[in-house]
């Protein structure tokens, strides 16, 4: 299957500090990238979907001056927490998806980054 | 609103036997529904996609059925081995973001296969 890169896969900053986290897509082209949240025990929370060169959408309740999103390439997009509070401590996942047909609708995620905010 | 419904109990099930995890969806008809498999601390990883057109679909050890009437979805693991204990989410299609369709996620089933 495809390869998705997220970095870094683990995070502990101060709070009030921003940190930014790097999705790539290795051996496709990425039309979509999606940006989701999870706690624990809890399912995938979809934060925003950005396609690239365009502008994120993002999903209810999520503050996009909060959480930046760019998808600068078909193979790289970015999410940064600014001014991060202990609250934005989660599990960020990101995930991509190309191909035509039906394969366009299967999303390839990455490993993952746990944010600890302190 | 739409709501995805899956066994949110562990289930536990011994080494060799078929699992059988279900997935219930209300209030939409998603065109194809798409199971994944997640592990502690990792993203998760595509296992199968079935379209609303097909019954039944397989590979390897696993099996998928769609039931558009029951608006119920199984996942079927057979020869269960200790290796596939993980959390196992359904996710039917629905609704629109950024201008594609997006695939809303289960809480998953958590899958212990016990030697």
């Known amino acids: 299957g495809a390869v998705v890169s997220q970095h870094p896969s683990r995070v502990i900053c101060k709070s009030g500090t921003s940190v930014k986290i790097e999705c790539r897509s290795l051996?496709?082209?990425?039309?979509?990238m999606f940006w989701y949240r999870q706690f624990p025990k809890q399912s995938l929370m979809l934060m925003a979907t950005?396609?690239?060169?365009?502008?994120?959408?993002?999903e209810q309740g999520v503050e996009k001056d909060k959480f930046l999103i760019n998808h600068a390439s078909l193979t790289l997009s970015t999410l940064t927490v600014t001014s991060a509070h202990p609250e934005d401590s989660s599990f960020y996942i990101c995930?991509?998806?190309?191909?035509?047909?039906?394969?366009?609708?299967?999303?390839?995620f990455g490993a993952g980054t746990r944010l600890s905010v302190l | 609103s739409q709501k995805i419904e899956q066994n949110s109990e562990a289930l536990n099930i011994q080494e060799g036997k078929t699992a059988t995890l279900t997935c219930n969806y209300t209030?939409?008809?998603?065109?194809?529904l798409q199971w994944y498999r997640q592990d502690p601390g990792r993203g998760p990883v595509f296992l199968l996609l079935?379209?609303?057109?097909?019954k039944e679909k397989r590979k390897e050890r696993l099996k998928v059925t769609f039931d558009t009437t029951l608006k119920q979805s199984l996942f079927h693991i057979t020869a269960s081995q200790p290796a596939d204990s993980a959390t196992y989410l359904c996710?039917?299609?629905?609704?629109?973001?950024?201008?594609?369709?997006?695939?809303?996620f289960g809480i998953g089933t958590k899958l212990q296969v016990i030697p």
């Open positions: 051996d496709f082209q990425a039309t979509t």
């Open positions: 995930s991509a998806r190309g191909g035509r047909g039906i394969a366009k609708n299967i999303q390839y």
């Open positions: 209030n939409y008809s998603p065109a194809y």
């Open positions: 079935i379209r609303e057109n097909e």
């Open positions: 950005s396609n690239e060169g365009s502008k994120a959408t993002y």
């Open positions: 996710a039917p299609q629905g609704g629109y973001s950024g201008g594609y369709q997006k695939v809303t």
